[in-house]
């Protein structure tokens, strides 16, 4: 009995809760015009918002577009990019009205085989009469390849290049002191790096098509992208020709072939070569090179020596 | 029938017990009608109670079912009109970023205007541009480079068949110019002191002549420097000479001066061997004050 006027009791507050609920409308209807507002929303989305939408894609398939073009027009893919910035304008500069910026860029991509993460700072200085940007730090970030040039270069240039490892920074201490090695030239590195990579595949070229052309008398030992190119000819056994083809790279970031003969002939063959053309061969190379350029001093070599097998 | 064996007290009793017996009956039934009745209006009350809430939850159920509807749909495209956004503007940076390689270029109507950045010794300094017209054959529409740059020789060379060797090929040039004319301009800026004559050069820059005194004010001889920069993508001078004004009685040590100095301008970047000037100067005066 107790249990039952119990239970009456609280069936009279929940039928009073529902009644008051059911008295007040704002929360269905609040709900209805949340809906209402929603498909306002959505109108409006279906007027502008697929024009937006579309202006959108449109808008990034257009800069996608221009994005791959530029990467075949300079041969440098960058995939990543951020930057941070940070204003290091003290109040005594904002009175000469001198503003003091730094930001730190991190980009990586790729040119062909090789790829690249750089991070960097620029220091820009605005004073009443110009702006100053200025390179203030420079880590490159290579991954290890078979361009071993290409990596002596970065590391002697920029110093601190290292196999995917990122380095301690070094600082620059503003001007005197600062010594010739503390590379900051960014420009240069890409400059350097497109020569290279140009070079690079050339020399790949011009060895695949001469393994193709003679491919019993070429053989490449470390295949077509390493730095040398052997001749032998099966009717001369003993006689060996190979091509050193190294990619150098100065320190202005200047890149050049450097082409290098070497000849091994058997005993015999020396004693009897009086007129010592052997001992002579790599300087006749390199005079050889300057005629007829690299493709041709390379093709009359494997010429020379596979004569008889062309007849 | 026990009251009439028990007189008196035995009929009050049973009175008494019949008197509790029907109160105890009527007690129950009342009881129990109140039982009965309190069912009815708990099943009364129930209903009162579940009918209204269920039309309210009803309502309300198809309401949320709505918004559900609607709401998926509207997050769906708020995502993906972020995801459009933020892909957008990866890309935007992304073809900011391409300044940073020196080559940078903007798609035009006719085809590409590229920029060329340049910078020295990690200066950023101007930066030129070339509108090239994509037809067969490629043509350059116009641009900023200046006119001492052999621009149509190296277009000649390259833009026909390997534009981005030209593109580099004209980016060294630029960079060398404009390295070597912020060499110059450093000079006459800030050793201005040391300089005992205007400095003379070309609109190249390859070509420099100065004269300077090691000690300004003091009773030195001046060197008399020509520098000259025959490789045009170099920012250093190819052939230095430095001879020494007053040219009779050269001490051995004005002699080693003289060559040291040939070697600086030819190793070293021009401000910078200025600079080694101005420092060693001022140890020298200090040791001597």
Request: with cysteine; hydrophobic share 40%.
């Given at each position: 009995?107790?249990?039952?006027?119990?239970?009456?009791?609280?069936?009279?507050?929940?039928?009073?809760?529902?009644?008051?609920?059911?008295?007040?409308?704002?929360?269905?209807?609040?709900?209805?015009?949340?809906?209402?507002?929603?498909?306002?929303?959505?109108?409006?989305?279906?007027?502008?918002?697929?024009?937006?939408?579309?202006?959108?894609?449109?808008?990034?398939?257009?800069?996608?577009?221009?994005?791959?073009?530029?990467?075949?027009?300079?041969?440098?893919?960058?995939?990543?990019?951020?930057?941070?910035?940070?204003?290091?304008?003290?109040?005594?500069?904002?009175?000469?009205?001198?503003?003091?910026?730094?930001?730190?860029?991190?980009l990586s991509g790729n040119c062909h085989?090789?790829?690249?993460?750089?991070e960097f700072q620029i220091l820009e200085?605005?004073?009443?009469?110009?702006?100053?940007?200025?390179?203030?730090?420079?880590?490159?970030?290579?991954?290890?390849?078979?361009?071993?040039?290409?990596?002596?270069?970065?590391?002697?240039?920029?110093?601190?290049?290292?196999?995917?490892?990122?380095?301690?920074?070094?600082?620059?201490?503003?001007?005197?002191?600062?010594?010739?090695?503390?590379?900051?030239?960014?420009?240069?590195?890409?400059?350097?790096?497109?020569?290279?990579?140009?070079?690079?595949?050339?020399?790949?070229?011009?060895?695949?098509?001469?393994?193709?052309?003679?491919?019993?008398?070429?053989?490449?030992?470390?295949?077509?992208?390493?730095?040398?190119?052997?001749?032998?000819?099966?009717?001369?056994?003993?006689?060996?020709?190979?091509?050193?083809?190294?990619?150098?790279?100065?320190?202005?970031?200047?890149?050049?072939?450097?082409?290098?003969?070497?000849?091994?002939?058997?005993?015999?063959?020396?004693?009897?070569?009086?007129?010592?053309?052997?001992?002579?061969?790599?300087?006749?190379?390199?005079?050889?090179?300057?005629?007829?350029?690299?493709?041709?001093?390379?093709?009359?070599?494997?010429?020379?020596?596979?004569?008889?097998?062309?007849? | 029938?026990?009251?009439?064996?028990?007189?008196?007290?035995?009929?009050?009793?049973?009175?008494?017990?019949?008197?509790?017996?029907?109160?105890?009956?009527?007690?129950?039934?009342?009881?129990?009608?109140?039982?009965?009745?309190?069912?009815?209006?708990?099943?009364?009350?129930?209903?009162?109670?579940?009918?209204?809430?269920?039309?309210?939850?009803?309502?309300?159920?198809?309401?949320?079912?709505?918004?559900?509807?609607?709401?998926?749909?509207?997050?769906?495209?708020?995502?993906?009109?972020?995801?459009?956004?933020?892909?957008?503007?990866?890309?935007?940076a992304i073809l900011q970023a391409y300044?940073?390689?020196?080559?940078?270029?903007?798609?035009?109507?006719?085809?590409?205007?590229?920029?060329?950045?340049?910078?020295?010794?990690?200066?950023?300094?101007?930066?030129?541009?070339?509108?090239?017209?994509?037809?067969?054959?490629?043509?350059?529409?116009?641009?900023?480079?200046?006119?001492?740059?052999?621009?149509?020789?190296?277009?000649?060379?390259?833009?026909?068949?390997?534009?981005?060797?030209?593109?580099?090929?004209?980016?060294?040039?630029?960079?060398?110019?404009?390295?070597?004319?912020?060499?110059?301009?450093?000079?006459?800026?800030?050793?201005?002191?040391?300089?005992?004559?205007?400095?003379?050069?070309?609109?190249?820059?390859?070509?420099?002549?100065?004269?300077?005194?090691?000690?300004?004010?003091?009773?030195?001889?001046?060197?008399?420097?020509?520098?000259?920069?025959?490789?045009?993508?170099?920012?250093?001078?190819?052939?230095?000479?430095?001879?020494?004004?007053?040219?009779?009685?050269?001490?051995?040590?004005?002699?080693?001066?003289?060559?040291?100095?040939?070697?600086?301008?030819?190793?070293?970047?021009?401000?910078?061997?200025?600079?080694?000037?101005?420092?060693?100067?001022?140890?020298?005066?200090?040791?001597?004050?």
């Amino acid at each position: 009995m107790d249990a039952e006027l119990a239970e009456e009791r609280v069936l009279q507050a929940e039928i009073a809760a529902v009644r008051r609920a059911c008295e007040n409308p704002p929360a269905p209807w609040e709900e209805k015009s949340r809906v209402q507002k929603s498909f306002q929303a959505i109108h409006q989305f279906t007027s502008e918002g697929w024009k937006s939408s579309k202006d959108l894609k449109n808008q990034l398939g257009h800069l996608e577009s221009e994005l791959s073009f530029l990467s075949t027009l300079t041969g440098i893919n960058i995939r990543n990019y951020s930057r941070q910035t940070e204003d290091l304008t003290s109040t005594e500069m904002a009175e000469k009205s001198i503003r003091k910026v730094l930001q730190r860029h991190r980009l990586s991509g790729n040119c062909h085989m090789v790829t690249f993460q750089l991070e960097f700072q620029i220091l820009e200085i605005q004073n009443k009469e110009r702006l100053s940007s200025a390179v203030t730090d420079l880590n490159i970030i290579m991954e290890p390849t078979e361009c071993s040039e290409l990596s002596e270069f970065v590391s002697r240039n920029f110093g601190r290049a290292r196999w995917l490892t990122p380095i301690i920074p070094a600082f620059w201490e503003a001007d005197a002191g600062r010594s010739q090695e503390d590379r900051k030239d960014l420009f240069m590195f890409f400059r350097s790096l497109h020569f290279f990579v140009e070079w690079f595949e050339y020399r790949k070229r011009t060895f695949k098509h001469f393994k193709e052309k003679y491919p019993d008398a070429v053989y490449l030992s470390e295949g077509p992208s390493s730095c040398s190119m052997g001749i032998r000819s099966a009717s001369r056994p003993g006689f060996e020709l190979v091509i050193v083809w190294r990619i150098q790279i100065d320190e202005d970031g200047k890149v050049f072939p450097k082409l290098d003969l070497l000849t091994k002939v058997p005993q015999r063959a020396l004693e009897l070569d009086k007129n010592r053309a052997i001992e002579a061969a790599p300087l006749s190379f390199r005079t050889l090179l300057g005629v007829l350029g690299i493709e041709a001093a390379l093709e009359s070599l494997i010429k020379s020596l596979c004569a008889e097998e062309n007849n | 029938m026990a009251g009439i064996l028990a007189p008196g007290l035995g009929v009050l009793a049973h009175l008494e017990r019949l008197e509790n017996q029907t109160s105890r009956s009527r007690k129950r039934s009342e009881a129990q009608a109140q039982e009965r009745v309190l069912g009815t209006k708990i099943q009364k009350l129930r209903h009162l109670r579940d009918d209204p809430r269920a039309a309210l939850w009803h309502r309300r159920g198809s309401v949320k079912a709505c918004i559900a509807n609607v709401e998926p749909n509207r997050t769906v495209e708020v995502n993906e009109q972020e995801a459009l956004e933020e892909k957008l503007e990866n890309v935007k940076a992304i073809l900011q970023a391409y300044h940073f390689t020196g080559l940078s270029g903007k798609l035009t109507s006719r085809g590409v205007c590229v920029c060329i950045n340049t910078a020295f010794e990690g200066n950023l300094l101007d930066s030129y541009f070339v509108d090239l017209v994509i037809q067969k054959p490629l043509r350059i529409h116009h641009h900023s480079v200046p006119v001492f740059i052999p621009l149509e020789e190296i277009a000649a060379k390259y833009l026909q068949t390997n534009i981005q060797h030209f593109l580099f090929s004209l980016c060294e040039y630029l960079n060398a110019y404009s390295g070597r004319k912020y060499q110059a301009d450093r000079l006459q800026s800030d050793f201005a002191a040391l300089l005992t004559g205007p400095l003379q050069r070309n609109p190249l820059c390859n070509l420099l002549s100065f004269t300077y005194k090691l000690d300004p004010g003091g009773q030195s001889f001046p060197f008399c420097a020509r520098l000259l920069y025959k490789d045009l993508t170099a920012t250093l001078p190819t052939d230095v000479t430095v001879t020494c004004q007053g040219g009779e009685a050269l001490s051995t040590s004005w002699e080693e001066q003289r060559a040291s100095h040939e070697t600086l301008f030819c190793t070293k970047p021009l401000h910078q061997v200025f600079a080694s000037f101005a420092r060693r100067e001022k140890l020298e005066m200090s040791l001597v004050s």
